[in-house]
């Protein structure tokens, strides 16, 4: 996936558009660097972070 695609992705999960470029490219980094580790493929990686992303949202936007 291309960080713009990603943004984008972001964006539609509620990330606030002036974040979007920059945590795009943190997650590809850190999916990269999950599944060099852990025997992933890197679409799989970077799901994992994505559903992480998206519980994490979804559990601050319950809080408030």
Partial sequence: MNLN???ALLTTMGCPPEQTATLAMHLDK???Q???RRG???AEALTHLLNLMRQGWAA???GQ
């Fill in 30 to 32: 850190r999916a990269r």
């Fill in 60 to 62: 601050r936007e319950r």
């Fill in 5 to 7: 695609s990603l943004a």
């Fill in 40 to 42: 992933r493929s890197y």
């Fill in 34 to 36: 999950l599944a060099a």
